[in-house]
């Protein structure tokens, strides 16, 4: 079950910065050129074929999204969008969490694809709180990766 890899790349936003709130406009704008930029960057990482393939797509998958990440943790939201950010950026916190404990759990030695069947349930979960998470925001970019 190749699925891991869909749910790794689904993207969130949101986020809990400092400095001077953005408007609202401004925070949506930012955080959904965020978004865009990395799902553009995760579209260009090849489906895993082999279970050999899984380690090395979320290899190049992780560094993409904890650059997101810290972007997104950058931004200022505007009152009334904070606690929506910090959800988000939790669920994306989280996201990377459950996904390098799926590398490290094959580079043990497991097979992975009982890992992946293992978290694949957990990851649909996250993935769909952050969908929720950047739908309260108005964010149309992020959250709306296909996880398919």
Known sequence: MLS????????????????????????????????????????????????ADIV?????????????????KALSPPEGLADHHDDAVMLLEEQLDVTGSVKARIEEGESPFDVVNDVVSRLQEIDMKADAAASALGLTVCGQQDTA
Not at 31 to 50: F, G, V
Not at 56 to 72: F, H, M, N, S, Y
């Open 4 to 51: 891991l890899l869909a749910a790794v790349l689904a993207t969130t936003s949101a986020c809990d910065g400092s400095g001077e709130p953005l408007s609202k406009d401004q925070y949506r704008a930012t955080a959904d050129a965020i978004c865009a930029e990395t799902n553009a960057a995760l579209e260009q990482i090849a489906d895993p074929t082999s279970a």
């Open 56 to 72: 090395d797509a979320l290899d190049d998958a992780e560094p993409l999204v904890e650059k997101q990440l810290t972007q997104l």
